[in-house]
């Protein structure tokens, strides 16, 4: 029971504990604050001791900031050179050497060089000494005094940019430029003069100054796909280094900063020019006197004639080029130079050029055709003459290989041998002209008339549209186009209902290949153009087997039937103009929609060549068909091609060749004699001598009355020519 008298106390709250914490806390404050601020006027107080009035302070800012901004900038530039270190660490140089390849025609004369030419054999202390002083005297005076980076001339090469100066003269070191060349590319980047600059201190720290500048002598490019002074003087002047003079020491020291504007072979002006800047150098530089440097002054230097470079098979040789590089990637063949020889032939290569350019520069214009290019091989595939453009030295673009156009009707030799070898066809069997449908594409023939009943071989010789739509439905346009490739087509096409018409894109070495397959009996004939490939010491790389098995593509009869037929177009169809008297002929004309391409493509017993014409920038001819201007430029090739040669048959074509008759001398009847071209003899010459015959003619009759036997002494002399 609860006690009535008892009653329960309230305890009393402590209030002082929270109010001692608040006390506590704001004396603490207070005291940090006090505190904080003794030692802030004791700063102040140390701090003042270093204050600077008047002129001093405004030295002090500067180098203040100078060092603020000097610790950012060091930062900067260790990220920059972070690439640098890893090149280091990379331990490798750029690639100095590609390959070199001296190339020979098909009888072993040199026809040109492809690659670069560098040779490192030759001793710094074997180099004339006035080149190594005219290098140094223009590029680096400083060279055995800096470090790697010369800032004297960094610095006068700021000032001479500053002043808009646009010379060859710039800031860096020899080192610097070694660097370059050995480690990085030659973009010209803030970036890279960073890295370019850590590498030529490394080089410096690890190389000698004689290693660096025979490095320098070695790696540095030359122009002309030269690197190293010691391969330069034997392509500028057909001389060992050591044997130059002080002129041609004076014109390679000033190629180094810009090779392809002071190359001599490009602009002899310009290298004699530099040539004389540099003379100038070597005085200024006390490395010799104007006394000594007067006579190259006065016979500068005169490199050898490298036109033959010019007049050399330049697309034949860029094409070579890479498939050399190819079989040398192939083989896994050491070193880095090679002889090749090739299947060109120099005078056969004249002749197409003189085709092809002659026509373009003759007709062109009336059809509106800048464009042309050519491929001559032998039956068995062997590149006799290759034309990949009208001028080699404006456009390097190799029409003949890398560029694919539409064939027009020359495509139809895939359409109709398909048609014999899967039908059992023959020439002469009828069929009818008239329209055809695939789905809603009607294609009509080339004078939008029909011919009614025609045989297989009239229908190809008129190329008439209808018929080969119509052979490519019996077959199918997939086996054609898988024959084509078989045949020689290398580049993919989509088989479109309109392909039995030529609409795929093929190129000219390609299109000869594939007509290469009739003259060689059915047999896939590839173009090549390389048969032997060595080192310059004479070791063995490659060589082509001649008797190497080859795949039977067509059978014999086909070849027989469409030998007939194409034999029957330039007889009496569409390619008549390149009918060559006393020569089987044959071929297929080709013409693309809206007259952009112009082929002709045929063999004869001894060559195949296909010919195509157009524009680079697809632009429509002016009517222009295969029959014209292609044909005309295939048998002028042909005709001159087959001047002094033995007339070889064709396969399936019933031509004889005519013999030579050789009448009995007598001597009341003397045999007249036979003009004959010799076969080297140019085109371009040939039409020299006739000017010239007819000139004389001219200049006879224009003469005053002489004597009949003296008129008739200088007859005899112009027909003589």
Same mark, same amino acid.
């Given at each position: 029971?609860?006690?009535?008298?008892?009653?329960?106390?309230?305890?009393?709250?402590?209030?002082?504990?929270?109010? =001692?914490?608040?006390?506590?806390?704001?004396?603490?404050?207070?005291?940090?604050?006090?505190?904080?601020?003794?030692?802030?006027?004791?700063?102040?107080?140390?701090?003042?001791r270093?204050?600077?009035?008047?002129?001093?302070r405004?030295?002090?800012?500067?180098?203040?900031? =100078?060092?603020?901004?000097?610790?950012?900038?060091?930062?900067?530039?260790?990220?920059?050179?972070?690439?640098?270190?890893?090149?280091?660490?990379?331990?490798?140089?750029?690639?100095?050497?590609?390959?070199?390849?001296?190339?020979?025609?098909?009888?072993?004369?040199?026809?040109?060089?492809?690659?670069?030419?560098?040779?490192?054999?030759?001793?710094?202390?074997?180099?004339?000494?006035?080149?190594?002083?005219?290098?140094?005297?223009?590029?680096?005076?400083?060279?055995?005094?800096?470090?790697?980076?010369?800032?004297?001339?960094?610095?006068?090469? $700021?000032? @001479?940019?500053?002043?808009?100066?646009?010379?060859?003269?710039?800031?860096?070191?020899?080192?610097?430029?070694?660097?370059?060349? $050995?480690?990085?590319?030659?973009?010209?980047?803030?970036?890279?003069?960073?890295?370019?600059?850590?590498?030529?201190?490394?080089?410096?720290?690890?190389?000698?100054?004689?290693?660096?500048?025979?490095?320098?002598?070695?790696?540095?490019?030359?122009?002309g796909?030269?690197?190293g002074?010691?391969?330069?003087?034997?392509?500028?002047?057909?001389?060992?280094?050591?044997?130059?003079?002080?002129?041609?020491?004076?014109?390679?020291?000033?190629?180094?900063?810009?090779?392809?504007?002071?190359?001599?072979?490009?602009?002899? =002006?310009?290298?004699?020019?530099?040539?004389?800047?540099?003379?100038?150098?070597?005085?200024?530089?006390?490395?010799?006197t104007?006394?000594?440097?007067?006579?190259?002054?006065?016979?500068?230097?005169?490199?050898?004639?490298?036109?033959a470079?010019?007049? @050399?098979?330049?697309?034949?040789?860029?094409?070579?080029?890479?498939?050399?590089?190819?079989?040398?990637?192939?083989?896994?063949?050491?070193?880095?130079?090679?002889?090749?020889?090739?299947?060109?032939?120099?005078?056969?290569?004249?002749?197409?050029?003189?085709?092809?350019?002659?026509?373009?520069?003759?007709?062109?214009?009336?059809?509106?055709?800048?464009?042309?290019?050519?491929?001559?091989?032998?039956?068995?595939?062997?590149?006799?003459?290759?034309?990949?453009?009208?001028?080699?030295?404006?456009?390097?673009?190799?029409?003949?290989?890398?560029?694919?156009?539409?064939?027009?009707?020359?495509?139809?030799?895939f359409?109709?041998?398909?048609?014999?070898?899967?039908?059992?066809?023959?020439?002469?069997?009828p069929?009818?002209?008239?329209?055809?449908?695939?789905?809603?594409?009607?294609?009509?023939?080339?004078?939008?008339?029909?011919?009614? @009943?025609?045989?297989?071989?009239?229908?190809?010789?008129?190329?008439?549209?209808?018929?080969?739509?119509?052979?490519?439905?019996?077959?199918?346009?997939?086996?054609?186009?898988?024959?084509?490739?078989?045949?020689? $087509?290398?580049?993919?096409?989509?088989?479109?209902?309109?392909?039995?018409?030529?609409?795929?894109?093929?190129?000219?070495?390609?299109?000869? !290949?594939s007509?290469?397959?009739?003259a060689?009996?059915?047999?896939?004939?590839?173009?090549?153009?390389?048969?032997?490939?060595?080192?310059?010491?004479?070791?063995?790389?490659?060589?082509?087997?001649?008797?190497?098995?080859?795949?039977?593509?067509? !059978?014999?009869?086909?070849?027989?039937?469409?030998?007939?037929?194409?034999?029957?177009?330039?007889?009496?169809?569409?390619?008549?103009?390149?009918?060559?008297?006393?020569?089987?002929?044959l071929?297929?004309?080709?013409?693309?929609?809206?007259?952009?391409?112009?082929?002709?493509?045929?063999?004869?017993?001894?060559?195949?060549?296909?010919?195509?014409?157009?524009?680079?920038?697809?632009?429509?001819?002016?009517?222009?068909?295969?029959?014209s201007? #292609?044909?005309?430029a295939?048998?002028?090739f042909?005709?001159?091609?087959?001047?002094n040669?033995?007339?070889?048959?064709?396969?399936?074509?019933?031509?004889?060749?005519?013999?030579?008759?050789?009448?009995?001398? !007598?001597?009341?009847?003397?045999?007249?004699?036979?003009?004959?071209? #010799?076969?080297?003899?140019?085109?371009? =010459?040939?039409?020299?001598?006739?000017?010239?015959?007819?000139?004389?003619?001219?200049?006879?009759?224009?003469?005053?009355?002489?004597?009949?036997?003296?008129?008739?002494?200088?007859?005899?002399?112009?027909?003589?020519?």
């Open positions: 029971m609860q006690d009535p008298f008892y009653s329960k106390q309230k305890r009393q709250k402590r209030a002082g504990g929270m109010l =001692a914490a608040d006390a506590w806390l704001d004396s603490s404050l207070y005291e940090f604050w006090q505190t904080l601020g003794r030692w802030y006027t004791r700063y102040q107080d140390f701090m003042s270093f204050h600077v009035t008047g002129i001093k405004f030295f002090v800012e500067i180098l203040s900031d =100078a060092f603020t901004f000097g610790a950012i900038g060091a930062v900067i530039v260790t990220a920059f050179a972070l690439p640098a270190f890893n090149i280091i660490d990379r331990g490798a140089f750029n690639k100095a050497e590609d390959y070199s390849v001296v190339f020979l025609d098909r009888f072993g004369n040199e026809i040109g060089r492809r690659g670069i030419r560098s040779d490192d054999s030759v001793a710094l202390d074997q180099m004339p000494d006035f080149l190594i002083k005219a290098t140094l005297a223009t590029e680096d005076r400083r060279f055995y005094d800096h470090f790697g980076i010369d800032i004297v001339g960094t610095l006068r090469a $700021l000032a @001479s940019n500053a002043q808009g100066d646009n010379s060859t003269q710039g800031g860096s070191s020899l080192t610097q430029q070694l660097a370059k060349n $050995l480690f990085l590319s030659s973009e010209r980047t803030f970036e890279r003069k960073i890295i370019e600059a850590f590498l030529a201190v490394w080089l410096e720290w690890h190389y000698s100054k004689d290693e660096i500048l025979k490095l320098y002598f070695d790696r540095a490019y030359m122009g796909g030269n690197f002074v010691t391969a330069a003087a034997e392509f500028y002047f057909g001389k060992r280094v050591q044997d130059i003079n002080l002129a041609e020491a004076a014109m390679l020291a000033g190629m180094f900063k810009a090779p392809t504007r002071y190359a001599p072979h490009v602009d002899l =002006a310009a290298a004699r020019g530099r040539a004389n800047l540099v003379l100038t150098n070597l005085v200024a530089a006390g490395f010799l104007e006394g000594q440097v007067t006579a190259a002054r006065r016979h500068p230097a005169a490199p050898i004639d490298r036109t470079d010019v007049n @050399s098979p330049n697309y034949f040789l860029d094409w070579a080029f890479e498939e050399a590089k190819l079989k040398i990637e192939e083989t896994n063949a050491p070193g880095n130079n090679f002889l090749v020889r090739t299947t060109i032939d120099t005078t056969l290569q004249k002749y197409a050029e003189e085709a092809v350019t002659s026509v373009v520069r003759e007709q062109g214009e009336q059809y509106k055709v800048s464009q042309a290019a050519m491929v001559v091989t032998d039956t068995q595939g062997a590149i006799r003459a290759m034309v990949g453009g009208m001028d080699y030295g404006k456009s390097q673009f190799n029409r003949a290989i890398v560029s694919t156009r539409q064939p027009g009707s020359a495509y139809k030799i359409v109709y041998s398909e048609a014999f070898e899967q039908l059992g066809l023959k020439p002469s069997d069929i009818t002209d008239r329209p055809v449908c695939i789905g809603d594409w009607c294609p009509q023939n080339y004078g939008r008339s029909y011919k009614g @009943s025609v045989s297989l071989q009239s229908a190809f010789a008129q190329s008439l549209n209808t018929v080969p739509v119509t052979l490519s439905i019996k077959t199918g346009r997939e086996p054609i186009a898988a024959l084509s490739h078989r045949m020689g $087509l290398r580049a993919d096409y989509p088989v479109t209902r309109s392909l039995a018409l030529g609409v795929a894109s093929v190129s000219v070495i390609d299109m000869t !290949s007509y290469a397959v009739f060689n009996d059915g047999y896939k004939t590839p173009a090549f153009g390389i048969t032997r490939m060595t080192t310059l010491s004479g070791d063995l790389v490659w060589e082509a087997d001649p008797d190497a098995a080859r795949e039977r593509v067509l !059978s014999e009869q086909t070849v027989a039937y469409m030998n007939q037929m194409m034999y029957a177009v330039t007889q009496n169809g569409t390619g008549t103009r390149a009918r060559i008297e006393g020569v089987p002929t071929g297929k004309s080709g013409t693309t929609s809206s007259y952009r391409d112009a082929w002709f493509c045929g063999f004869t017993g001894n060559y195949v060549a296909a010919v195509w014409f157009g524009n680079d920038d697809y632009r429509p001819t002016n009517n222009l068909t295969g029959g201007l #292609p044909a005309i295939w048998q002028k042909m005709a001159y091609a087959h001047t040669i033995e007339i070889k048959p064709v396969f399936g074509v019933d031509f004889v060749p005519q013999q030579t008759v050789v009448a009995d001398a !007598s001597a009341e009847a003397p045999a007249e004699d036979v003009v004959e071209r #010799p076969p080297s003899l140019t085109p371009a =010459a040939a039409r020299k001598l006739l000017d010239l015959a007819g000139r004389l003619d001219t200049a006879i009759r224009d003469l005053e009355p002489i004597s009949d036997q003296a008129r008739a002494a200088l007859s005899g002399s112009s027909a003589g020519l």
